[in-house]
């Protein structure tokens, strides 16, 4: 007990003295008891809060933990789906990479079969009787007939 709440034994003396020459020997007893009562609910109440606040404490932390838990999931979910997401996007690509490389083969064959037969005219060209065997545009498909209208 040499130095509690800065307050050493020479102090704690000197209040004692200033006790008993402000009270006096009689009621010093009383006073005494009511100190120490008040000293006891002063504990108490410091208890209780003590309690209290790490009570609160705790539960925050829980809930800290929680909410990181959740955090550590959603971010597994997002990154599992991410890869999900990028794998089928390899696999779009690569598929309209292979699209695209049957495609130009088409287009390379195609071109290549009209430079093999230049004069020869597309299948819907139609050669035009009387004029040397040249071809002429072929003609607009034909118009289905029309309803008719009924008037009233």
Do not use: C, W
């Not at 003295?17 to 402000?22: A, D, E, Q, R, S």
């Not at 209290?52 to 979910?77: C, G, I, M, N």
């Not at 390379?108 to 004069?119: E, K, N």
């Amino acid at each position: 007990m040499s130095n509690i709440f800065g307050i050493g034994i020479p102090e704690v003396l000197v209040v004692v003295i200033l006790l008993l020459i402000v009270v006096g020997p009689e009621r010093l007893p009383t006073v005494a008891r009511q100190v120490g009562r008040m000293v006891g609910q002063m504990q108490q109440y410091a208890r209780a809060f003590r309690d209290e606040y790490l009570s609160e404490l705790s539960d925050l932390k829980s809930e800290v933990e929680a909410t990181t838990r959740d955090v550590v999931t959603v971010r597994r979910q997002l990154s599992d789906a991410s890869a999900s997401i990028n794998t089928e996007i390899r696999g779009l690509d690569e598929d309209f990479s292979r699209a695209a490389g049957e495609v130009n083969a088409t287009l390379q064959a195609v071109d290549s079969t009209a430079r093999i037969l230049p004069d020869t005219p597309p299948a819907n060209v139609v050669a035009m009787p009387g004029t040397g065997g040249e071809a002429a545009e072929p003609s607009p498909p034909a118009q289905p007939p029309q309803p008719e209208r009924q008037r009233h």
